[in-house]
């Protein structure tokens, strides 16, 4: 199931896409107005979406009519710092230390941008761009060991973690690089676990102005989903609706030779299987 946070025209609400349309669930006489809502209210509630639909119910709206907007704001939006092997080597060739442990950090949840919202440069003079495979956790984690990590996923969704690298190293957390307005384009839409069996078998992409930059699969990670859940649920609780971002393949900006940051015009396209695709322009 695709679940999309939408407008047609009457402000943002909630809907399910399906074959080329997308039908909101206030026609299936959902109350649920909040994908936060919508996950915690549970699996019962996905499943009587599902029944409704199957059953002929609820109003179609043609996709390509509505204005997607970002699926949620999380509650702690969560990334990961060189997690695939080849962005290894291009962070070691930088000269940046590569701990053995996972690296964490933070994007203020105000960074949060529509899946085809325009990206503001802001005072960055090294703008960058980084696809990565979003975790939507689906039920409360503490404590949880890999082997049960994927029971508290809901779902997927496409990240750009858009990157100020100057102000990136201001400090060691990364947190202001990482956290300038609109530099969080999510989405499309929330695709469910069910659809994914192996989040580690994905192609995952990111080309700007049509060239190719990052092309990748999800089997590069170091770190396995289960492995990150289990990570970071050592130390505090992940809720419902956090995005855990699962770090980027190699090919960002930054590491090219002379390095290539984005500019006012650019039109940056992030796409993962079986998932979808973003696509945010630059402005100045």
């Given amino acids: 199931m695709k679940i999309a946070r939408f407008d047609a025209g009457q402000g943002p609400q909630l809907g399910i896409v399906d074959d080329g349309s997308v039908i909101a669930l206030e026609s299936l006489g959902r109350a649920e107005t909040d994908m936060i809502a919508l996950i915690e209210a549970g699996p019962e509630a996905l499943a009587q979406i599902a029944a409704a639909i199957a059953g002929g119910k609820g109003t179609r709206v043609a996709l390509d009519t509505v204005k997607l907007l970002a699926p949620l704001r999380p509650r702690k939006f969560l990334g990961l710092g060189m997690n695939y092997r080849r962005h290894v080597e291009e962070a070691r060739a930088l000269g940046i230390a590569v701990p053995d442990n996972q690296v964490w950090f933070n994007k203020q949840t105000t960074c949060v941008n529509d899946p085809f919202g325009d990206l503001e440069r802001g005072v960055t003079e ?8 979003g975790v939507v956790i689906g039920r409360a ?49 929330i695709v469910t676990a069910d659809e994914i069996p192996d989040p580690a078998t994905l192609d995952i992409t990111c080309s700007v102005n049509g060239e190719v930059r990052q092309s990748s699969n999800t089997e590069q990670f170091i770190h396995s989903v289960p492995a990150q859940i289990e990570y970071l649920s050592t130390a505090f609780t992940l809720e419902p609706g956090d995005i855990i971002s699962t770090g980027t393949p190699e090919g960002v900006g930054a590491a090219m030779q002379p390095p290539r940051f984005l500019q006012p015009g650019d039109v940056v396209r992030s796409e993962i299987q079986g998932i979808g695709i973003i696509e945010n322009k630059v402005v100045a």
């Fill in 126 to 133: 090294k703008l960058d761009y980084e696809v990565e495979l």
């Fill in 141 to 189: 984690a503490k404590s949880v060991k890999a082997a049960d990590a994927m029971d508290h996923v809901f779902g997927y969704l496409v990240v750009n973690d858009i990157s100020a690298r100057d102000w990136q190293f201001h400090s060691a957390t990364f947190t202001m690089g990482k956290s300038f307005d609109t530099h969080g384009p999510i989405g499309p839409w």
